[in-house]
């Protein structure tokens, strides 16, 4: 089944993303100094995107 054309995007650009996934969150707050070797990924803060 196809999507009717009122549905479909043009270009195919999704944009920024608002939600990270858990290994892009990590990466941020080693980026940032904010993460501990051995610490748990789970429950990790909020944590904005940089763009």
Not at 25 to 37: A, D, F, S, Y
Request: charged letters at 30%; aromatic letters at 4%.
């Amino acid at each position: 089944m196809s999507k009717h054309n009122s549905l479909k995007t043009s270009g195919g650009s999704t944009g920024n993303r608002s939600v990270l996934k858990r290994f892009e969150r990590v990466k941020i707050l080693k980026e940032r100094g904010q993460w501990k070797e051995g610490q748990s990924p789970v429950g990790l803060p909020k944590t904005k995107s940089e763009g």
